[in-house]
């Protein structure tokens, strides 16, 4: 049996056997899936915001939200992990969902994380701290300038 062969047929159990449904799925592909090095079923998903590396990554089929945000190096100092936006691509009705990182690494694991799906978008987004930052900065800045504009007008 060639190669080609066996991978359409691995590739064709794996949609039967572990995703229910997919089959009325009209934009679902296979071309929406990779096969990594260690011959595990990948997908691609797009990780934005506030994490340390962000870009397009290929995770294991089954991977959460947690396991791509630390695929791309985990969040920054600034990200809101109470706010985290998922974008599912595939379907008919593309739609966008919340998920609560915080209350779930913090509080209570009771809540069920998002299984990535292909062609899926994380979106971390900035918490208040990076706002309070910026203003302190520019309130400082203009300090400075407030400062040497007194130093120079004094001394004329």
Known sequence: MNKSLMLRLLFTTLMLLAIPGLAQQPD????NFYLGQNQQLEIEIHVWGEVNTPGVYR?????TVLDVISKAGGPTQYAALGRVKISHALGQMPRTEKVNLDKYLNKERAETLVVMRP?????????ARFFWKDAIS???????????????????
């Not at 995770?59 to 991977?63: A, I, Q």
């Not at 062609?119 to 918490?127: E, L, Q, S």
């Open 138 to 156: 520019f309130v400082a800045d203009m300090a400075v300038i407030a400062n040497v504009y007194y130093l120079i007008s004094r001394n004329r």
């Open 28 to 31: 679902f592909k296979k071309d």
């Open 59 to 63: 995770v294991p089929d089954g991977s």
């Open 119 to 127: 062609g899926d978008a994380v979106m971390v987004p900035r918490n």
